[in-house]
């Protein structure tokens, strides 16, 4: 039989007691060795210095004073900024916390925020978390084509950019990276391939604040044909570090060619009006990742495909999807849909406004 | 080690392991003297520096200022004492502005300094006029609603040290009867009372025609001038009484090594904070929700190899919130915010007991 540690300094007390002030909030954890690695891994991203963030959690001293913040922050559920329940699919590069986690922190928090040794804090960077991108240099850099300034009265901005890529013949992209001119005032961007003559679609790629490049599976691939250039939305925002400052920006997109033969990604879009949104699939596919585009705040996103057979296969499920943060959700492992799936979007919201707005699900699939 | 509000568990081992006949030593704010560390750092709240100090517990009359150096009951009155913690240290009979943490000299006088003891904030929360004990949300104000009589409801409000405050300083008013419309979001009063402070100023007290038992009974106070007024729900079962006592257990947490039976053991802490929800004892919830969170987390170590897995990780971190939620809010005396907590509480509770078979 296993003792809990709590509950041997509960023993401590005599019994039986009345009520206790405060109740037993002592924390056996410390910043260095129990709390910076957490943060390290799933917080780090953003929370470093010259961050996106307003405040590094990755020093003793600038993070403690945060202490009630932070756990009311992570009781909520609105940091780390994960969305995704885990009971609706499983992906890639999850920021979620894990229980012990949340216990770690809000114990911590409560606990009298403590120090510790400084010697138990893990080797600097070890945990930071995965900013994925190839290992190889891009095959082509485009700067954005005019310094974006965001004037020092204003305090968020969404920026539009088109790139010219100037390619004379079609080729696949394996990996497309947003690089942010000033990381402490952009918050996310999204990326458009616009064939000549066309307009906009779908977006092929979605970057927040933190998130490395994106990187698509081995042998898939985002076809970028000649003549087509890059549209890409910046959503600006500055912390209360930088009110009252002007802001330049001249962000950049890498871009990554397939070296090889690559089946090339479409974008299915699924549209939910008051609440829900029903999309036929026409062929057999193969799902890689979701973006769900979130116009206002929701309780909860979820989309299901009801397979031919009638069977219903949840895809993913967002709780509280917060629009400030549109991100992309890659799938662990690819799941296979047959033609003549509906694909189920539905949304849920104590607020009959959210509800009416124009919400969207892009499914990044190949055909099978 | 380090406990912030001084947790009487740790207090009592302090007070256990003297050394030479004192309390070891901690660190305190000089400032929010609630706020303490077993090592060196810096204030959560203001950021000075921690000082030295020596805590102990002393078993006090929640109603007379006489206490003990353990349990019985008070000389006066014969109410059971409470435990309380207390600064230790030294001063002169003489100069009260000596106050030194080692036993010694007065710098001035040369006298032999005095061991001496005082309070210290938050540490005693226990009611003093039989009544239901809540912190407002300030952290600073705490307040105690007792209903003595028939159709008689009172609030007596204190100070961070549990010391009565003036009632003439406060307004209130009590609910009976309220409608919450789930489109605006809005409550509305549908039947109160003011809450007008007795003529010595001792307590907001409120008449509660037909107020059966039990009762329950929502109090709206205002702190501070313009400020909000603060809610805090309160059910009384039966009449107050000055010698009731509220009786509260924390025994030893024991941890079963099957999944499946702290599973269950989880669903009875589950039932227990239910039971205390349903009986408005707010404050006692704390307990069976962080032992319903503890064995949560031995749980997690046998998540991969549960029937499914992402459903049984989702529930314990769903629980863990809940649990420290329903803690949070349990301390602040607000039904609607504890509700919510508890919903998420159930829901995960739910999803346990299916994971492992078992029914609730």
């Known amino acids: 039989m296993k003792r809990s540690v709590i509950a041997a300094a509960l023993a401590l007390a005599a019994a039986p007691v009345t009520l206790e002030a405060h109740k037993p909030t002592k924390t056996r954890f410390t910043y260095h060795r129990d709390v910076l690695p957490i943060f390290e891994s799933r917080c780090g991203s953003c929370h470093h210095e010259g961050g996106v963030a307003p405040m590094s959690l990755l020093g003793y001293k600038q993070t403690f004073p945060w202490a009630v913040s932070i756990k009311n922050q992570v009781l909520s559920l609105s940091m780390p900024p994960w969305f995704a329940d885990e009971r609706y699919g499983v992906f890639r590069h999850s920021s979620a916390l894990t229980a012990t986690e949340v216990n770690t922190i809000v114990d911590w928090c409560l606990g009298g925020t403590p120090e510790g040794n400084p010697g138990d804090a893990p080797a600097r960077g070890a945990g930071v978390a995965s900013r994925e991108r190839p290992e190889d240099a891009p095959d082509m850099v485009l700067e954005l084509p005019e310094t974006f300034v965001l004037e020092a009265d204003r305090g968020e901005a969404r920026h539009e950019a088109r790139l010219e890529v100037g390619l004379r013949r079609d080729r696949l992209l394996r990996s497309i990276e947003f690089r942010p001119g000033r990381p402490n005032a952009v918050r996310s961007a999204l990326l458009f391939v616009v064939p000549k003559g066309s307009k906009p679609g779908a977006p092929a790629a979605s970057w927040v604040a933190g998130e490395g490049a994106e990187v698509w599976p081995e042998g898939r691939g985002v076809r970028l044909p000649a003549g087509a250039s890059l549209l890409v939305r910046i959503h600006y925002k500055k912390t209360w570090l930088d009110e009252g400052k002007e802001i330049r920006d001249r962000s950049a997109v890498a871009l990554y060619f397939s070296k090889g033969k690559a089946k090339p990604i479409e974008s299915l879009v699924v549209e939910a009006r008051g609440g829900v949104g029903v999309y036929p699939l026409p062929r057999d596919v193969e799902l890689l990742s979701l973006l769900p585009k979130v116009e206002a705040p929701l309780d909860l996103l979820l989309a299901e495909a009801v397979l031919p057979d009638g069977t219903t296969l949840p895809l993913i499920g967002l709780r509280g999807p917060d629009p400030a943060w549109p991100r992309t959700y890659r799938l662990e492992e690819p799941i296979l849909l047959p033609k003549g799936s509906r694909l189920r979007l539905t949304l849920t919201s104590t607020d009959e406004a959210s509800l009416s707005a124009a919400h969207t699900l892009v499914l990044n699939v190949v055909r099978d | ?360």
């Open chain 2, 1 to 360: 080690m380090v406990t912030t509000w001084l947790p009487l568990g740790w207090i009592v081992a302090a007070a256990l392991s003297q050394v030479d006949g004192r309390p070891e030593l901690i660190w305190t704010c000089p400032v929010h003297r609630e706020e303490t560390s077993t090592v060196a750092g810096l204030c959560a709240r203001c950021g000075r520096p921690l000082v030295r100090a020596r805590v102990t517990v002393i078993w006090s009359c929640p109603l007379h200022a006489l206490s003990e150096p353990g349990p019985g009951k008070c000389r006066v009155c014969g109410r059971d004492l409470h435990p309380v913690s207390h600064e230790v240290f030294f001063v002169c009979p003489m100069h009260s502005e000596v106050r030194e943490l080692e036993p010694g000299f007065c710098r001035l006088c040369r006298m032999a300094l005095v061991s001496s003891t005082g309070p210290r904030p938050h540490q005693d929360h226990n009611p003093k006029h039989g009544g239901i004990f809540f912190m407002a949300p300030d952290a600073w104000h705490h307040l105690e609603g007792t209903y003595p009589e028939d159709g008689v409801f009172r609030v007596h409000l204190y100070d961070d040290f549990s010391q009565p405050l003036s009632a003439k300083a406060f307004k209130g008013r009590v609910v009976l009867n309220e409608s919450f419309d789930p489109v605006t979001r809005e409550t509305r009063e549908l039947l109160a009372y003011p809450l007008l402070p007795s003529r010595d100023g001792s307590y907001l007290e409120a008449r509660v025609p037909n107020g059966s038992l039990p009762l329950e009974i929502a109090a709206k106070i205002q702190f501070e001038k313009d400020g909000p007024f603060e809610r805090f729900d309160f059910v009384f079962a039966h009449l107050s009484t000055s010698s009731e006592t509220v009786p509260q257990t924390v025994g030893d947490l024991v941890v079963p090594e099957e999944p499946e039976a702290v599973a269950a053991a989880i669903i009875e802490r589950g039932g227990r904070v239910k039971s205390l929800l349903a009986r408005g004892a707010f404050n006692e919830i704390y307990v069976p929700a962080l032992e319903a969170k503890d064995l949560a987390l031995a749980l997690e170590a046998h998540v991969s190899s549960a029937p499914n897995p992402a459903s049984l990780a989702w529930a314990l971190k769903e629980l863990v919130r809940a649990a420290w939620l329903l803690d949070d809010y349990g301390d602040l005396g607000n039904k609607e915010q504890l509700l919510l907590a508890y919903d998420r509480f159930e829901e995960a509770s739910e999803r346990i007991a299916s994971t492992y078979g078992l029914t609730r």
